[in-house]
């Protein structure tokens, strides 16, 4: 399921990821049936309010079903428009690794 969102993108052309790294529960990798909870401009402008309680309730309306643990440790990594990467879980603490912009191939 991919519901619409818009991405929060920075004037010098930084994308916005939300991620957990705070053990306990991923936010995106135990919920990446919704690919908005890494991207969400409005996700992410709660976030750099630090308005918890408002990046709940943008959570449950967009993506109902969504387990919204680790939003307590929500951070944004900055990373260059069009770069590949994926976000790994262990234990509920996420990390992002940097893939890069170049095309790959995938079996």
Known sequence: ???KYEKYIREDGKV?????PGFG????SWNTQYEGL???ADLVRAVL???LDEVVRIAKDRYPGAYLGGAEDLQIAWMNNGDCFEID?????ESIHVIG???YLIA
Do not use: I, K, Q
């Open 89 to 93: 879980e262990y234990d509920g603490n």
């Open 16 to 20: 916005a990821v939300l991620y957990s």
């Open 49 to 51: 309010a630090d308005d």
């Open 38 to 40: 890494a991207f969400d």
């Open 25 to 28: 529960a991923g936010w995106y």
């Open 101 to 103: 912009s170049r095309s």
């Open 1 to 3: 399921m991919n519901n």
